[in-house]
């Protein structure tokens, strides 16, 4: 990738995120109810409403205070919770790194998972083993994710008693990675193996045959690593969707994460930490993005011109 084309990239990249954030911004402010009667109880006066209204800076009209929130922003300032008053940037740094772990955990699993699946079902195309994976890839696909994370839990905690759902490390990270790195893994196992199904009838294949390699150098040696090529494309939709599923997991498994503090803040209408989880979920996303873009110009040499 030339230093042009990076440029436009992440120029593109800084507009997703301001977007982002300006839509939240218009959405959070635009939704019924007041934060400041919230902050100041449900038996308080007029007055003191007013009063908390005054000190939140919600009595300003929206435009001066989307201004002053892009003010903050630019250097650096998330605000304050309108509940706790804590920094919303120290509470969310508190809770990034459960959530870190847990999607790249669950990323993990999805690669493994999509990509052995993916070869197998390619490798035995049309039989029973093929068959299998597909029916299995439906049913994971039309599940939602809280929906599998309960049959997790009711299965391998309830019914057998092997692992843990509460907890932050150890073996209470399995369940919750499992029911968010299975239903993702999909998508990948479909792409790796249409990639090796098409890339069994290109021209370099028969080649391959007529130089005398065998079939299984062919299959894993040349067709797989080309089929791979794409799929580190799909990492970023991946990342994604398990960033979002994050919220479901982190609230279903009841752990510590930026995804439950924003579900808890939602129905607090707190709205600085809601916008400065969107904004941090935001810019991961863009961050994943724009390394696969470069990944992929150093993996595929016909896109670095």
Known sequence: MNAGRFAQRLLSSLGV???AVTLVFLILNWLP?????LVAGEDASAETVARVRAQLGTDRPLGEQYLSYLGHLASGDLGKSYVSREPVARRLAAQFPATATLTLLGCAVAVLVGVSLGVLSARHAGRWPDQLIQALALWLHSMPGFWLGILLILLFSVTLGWLPVLGQTGAALVLPVMALGLVVSVPILRMVRDGMLDGLHEPYVTTLRAKGLGEGRIFYGHVLRNALIPTVTLLGVVVGELLSGAVIVETLFARQGIGRVTVEAIGQKDIPVVQGAILVASVAFVVVNLLV??????????VRS
């Open 17 to 19: 995120v301001f977007g």
């Open 33 to 37: 109810g007041d934060p400041a009667e």
């Open 293 to 302: 873009d470069l990944s992929y110009t150093l993996i595929d040499p016909r």
